[in-house]
């Protein structure tokens, strides 16, 4: 299942973006997100400078569920496996 992943544009409280499983609410805007990881069957990087941000960095499934990936370091951990 491919999922296109961001971070966010502006600043909002975590809280009000996601659902109790991490996931973003209906109502929430895709516009405040710049997409910086795709995962699919050629899961890579959309933008270099991602990789380089805090591994505690979260990270928002723009067009799907988290699928357990919630930080820039799930997802290193993800291109590791």
């Known amino acids: 299942m491919s999922t296109t992943f961001g971070i966010l544009n502006i600043k909002v409280e975590h809280n009000k973006l996601v659902d ?12 405040i997100f ?4 795709f995962r699919g069957n050629n899961s890579r990087w959309l933008k ?7 591994d505690n960095h979260k990270v928002y499934a723009i067009d799907n569920t988290q699928q357990g990936i919630f930080t820039i ?3 290193k951990e993800f291109l590791n496996k």
């Open 48 to 54: 270099h400078f991602a990789e380089h941000l805090s």
């Open 20 to 31: 109790e499983d991490g996931d973003l609410l209906d109502y929430i805007s895709r516009e």
């Open 73 to 75: 370091g799930d997802i």
């Open 34 to 37: 710049e997409p910086v990881f």
